[in-house]
């Protein structure tokens, strides 16, 4: 019993965004959040779906709070959550992208592994999304950020294996578990990326369309390798819409 | 002691209704065949009713007893004006608000993109067959406020505003009579953001 005590947890005047939520029995929510210091969790929001409930329009993907939690196991119950503010709501292309961040926090960020400073690459994003601008550079900032929290940082200053040094000029293939590796001239890939996008994207400078078009195709192979190769869901979605649009 | 098969089997299928576990199912069921028999037999009956005579209307997939529902063949409303909900409650509100004098289109739910759920699972087949009558020049967008009905709005602005239809969008922000001390703040910062200029005097 004491040991059952001594793992139960009290947190409060958390930071935290939330990602996804599902309705659970009648008037309660499940949310998957994502914390400053104890990264992302699922948490109980008893009555939060009941029509004058305190928590509407409080627990809503997108928006700063500041959460509190308690009780032990894999689902603990929500306390307490406030509006920290700030953020006008996503719209239009920028929501979609929002889903998209979301749903790469839910598959690849383990759950109770905290990185603060994916919290904070996670907090500038959504802010540049809200307040529209090109959605396209924040993203692959997002996903180069995204990557080097959990551990798989992308090799961008020398070519993997051999650590020869890049150059600007040349173009290169992308391994996902070596880094970079030189192309030979006309070889066929799928996409190829020069030694200068490679560069740009060490610096997070995603000015230059090319250096976004090369970073997102290389962003997409990466990111297909470590979901093993199971897609989106958003962007399956997102494709779908784009066939009717 | 395990109950007899029929008992057990209604506990079973009142599982069915959101929000109905085991120990609330049982509950229903001993207070249905105890107490309630005459109203267990009016609940059997009118189930099977329904499910018989109701069916989804071919213009709006709402729900209907006729083919076409009476609000989709009333002469009274303005065939030009067609309001998108997300479910069958959602149009009810809206036609007690009396705000309304058009038709309307009731969507199979909402795209969730987080859910895997696209266009092909909210029946968009049904309403671009709907909307290109002829006749209706102007689709509100009547989705609900949160993510991901905005999602499912601004994709049918996108693909309807492309057919040359007017489109429109419910206001958001404080409701009628009520005060700010007791709006959540979610929705007082929304009204801020959305804020208008009035006319001038
Ligand atoms: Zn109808």
């Known amino acids: 019993m004491a040991g059952a005590l001594r793992e139960s947890q009290r947190v409060d005047h958390e930071p935290a965004y939330v990602l996804h939520s599902w309705p659970y029995s009648e008037t309660s929510l499940i949310i998957d959040v994502y914390t400053a210091r104890h990264g992302r969790l699922p948490l109980l929001a008893r009555g939060a779906r009941r029509p004058r409930a305190a928590l509407r329009g409080v627990l809503e993907a997108f928006q700063p709070l500041s959460i509190g939690w308690s009780g032990r196991g894999e689902v603990r119950t929500l306390q307490k959550a406030e509006w920290v503010g700030g953020l006008p709501r996503p719209a239009g292309r920028a929501l979609w992208c929002g889903f998209y961040i979301n749903e790469l926090m839910m598959r690849l960020a383990v759950r109770d592994d905290p990185h603060e400073s994916l919290f904070g690459s996670y907090a500038e994003a959504i802010s540049q999304l809200a307040h529209g601008t090109d959605p396209e550079p924040t993203l692959r900032l997002f996903e180069k950020r995204l990557l080097a929290a959990l551990g798989y940082g992308l090799v961008l200053d020398a070519e993997g294996g051999s650590r020869r040094p890049l150059e600007e000029g040349s173009l290169y293939t992308y391994d996902p578990e070596r880094g970079p590796i030189r192309a030979e001239a006309g070889q066929a890939a799928e996409y190829l990326v020069s030694g200068a996008t490679l560069r740009a994207i060490e610096a997070e400078q995603f000015g230059d369309r090319q250096v976004l078009a090369q970073a997102k195709a290389l962003m997409r192979q990466v990111i297909a390798y470590r979901l093993d190769g199971r897609p989106l869901r958003v962007n399956q979605v997102w494709r779908e819409v784009l066939d009717v649009v | ?201």
Do not use: W
């Open chain 2, 1 to 201: 002691m395990t109950p007899p098969g029929a008992l057990n089997d209604l506990i079973e299928a009142l599982r069915i209704l959101p929000g109905v576990g085991p120990k609330s199912a049982q509950r229903m069921a001993y207070q249905l065949l105890q107490h309630e028999r005459g109203g267990a037999v009016r609940l059997a009956r009118s189930l099977e009713r329904a499910l018989q005579a109701v069916v989804r209307c071919q213009r709006c997939n709402g729900f209907s007893e006729t083919p076409i529902c009476s609000l989709c063949s009333s002469p009274q409303r303005n065939p030009a004006q067609l309001c998108i909900v997300e479910t069958p409650a959602d149009q009810v509100m809206i036609e007690q608000s009396l705000a309304y004098r058009g038709l309307y289109f009731v969507l199979l739910g909402r795209l969730s993109p987080l859910d895997g759920i696209g266009p092909s699972e909210i029946g968009l087949e049904a309403l671009l067959k709907r909307v290109s009558d002829g006749v209706v020049s102007e689709v509100v967008l009547a989705n609900n406020f949160t993510h991901e009905g905005e999602a499912t709005a601004h994709f049918l602005s996108e693909t309807l505003g492309a057919r040359g239809l007017r489109i429109t969008r419910l206001a958001r922000g404080v409701p009628v009579g009520g005060e700010l001390e007791f709006v959540d703040p979610g929705t007082i910062a929304q009204a801020f953001y959305d804020r208008r200029d009035l006319p001038p005097a």
